[in-house]
């Protein structure tokens, strides 16, 4: 009598876990189910952290260049040299180095115009000079420029320097190889001047900026 309750609760034990693992099975087809030719899975959303820093003269901030590879662009303002630089697959150094001087770009466009007027006593226009000490803040953007140079493909993210004298914002582009990361062929090269704009208003008049 006593081996046919034990058997019997053995049986109902081994029932109970069977039914336990199908309905387990049951509730995870439901929740990947299929709707159409697309499998319903909870998708996490992606998100970059974009660190930046600064001391005295010195303007630092990442970027990414492509997927999970980034870029860190220093600037600094005594001289407006802005350098990106990339890490090697391996860490040990710098596989990747670009620049680009922002105070030469910025001077460019800020080149005075010619003061001539048709009126002997009318005003001159204003000149459109550089600032004594150019003072530059900077970041990063994602951009959908696709545009293609040779072998290199633009970075997925921008880097915005704006001189805040002046207003005006330079936007660089990174020119991507990937090809020279993954075979760790060293790359210098200039970072390309997309843009430059005004973006804020200047701190000071046009004709003040002497």
């Known amino acids: 009598m006593k081996s046919r309750v034990f058997r019997f609760y053995i049986l109902s034990a081994c029932g109970a876990c069977v039914l336990t693992g199908i309905l387990a099975a049951a509730m995870t087809g439901w929740m ?13 959303p992606t998100a970059w952290a974009m660190g930046g820093d600064r001391c005295d003269s010195i303007v630092m901030c990442s970027g990414p260049v492509e997927g999970g590879l980034e870029a860190v662009y220093v600037l600094d303002m005594n001289t407006g040299m802005l350098t990106a630089n990339v890490l090697a697959k391996t860490l040990n150094g710098i596989q990747a180095k670009y620049g680009a001087n922002v105070t030469n770009d910025l001077g460019m466009f800020l080149k005075p115009r010619t003061t001539t007027t048709s009126k002997k006593d009318a005003p001159a226009p204003p000149k459109i000079d550089m600032p004594q000490a150019p003072k530059y803040v900077m970041t990063t953007v994602a951009h959908s420029y696709s545009g293609r ?6 970075a997925s993210a921008a880097i915005c320097v704006t001189e805040i004298n002046t207003g005006i914002m330079l936007v660089y582009v990174l020119p991507w190889s990937r090809q020279a990361h993954t075979q760790g062929t060293p790359v210098q090269a200039a970072l390309m001047l997309k843009c430059v704009d005004r973006v804020i208003k200047p701190q000071v008049e046009e004709q003040e900026l002497k």
Do not use: C, K, Y
């Open 32 to 44: 990947l189910r299929p709707e159409g030719s697309v499998t319903m899975q909870r998708q996490l």
């Open 149 to 154: 140079a040779g072998n290199t493909i633009p």
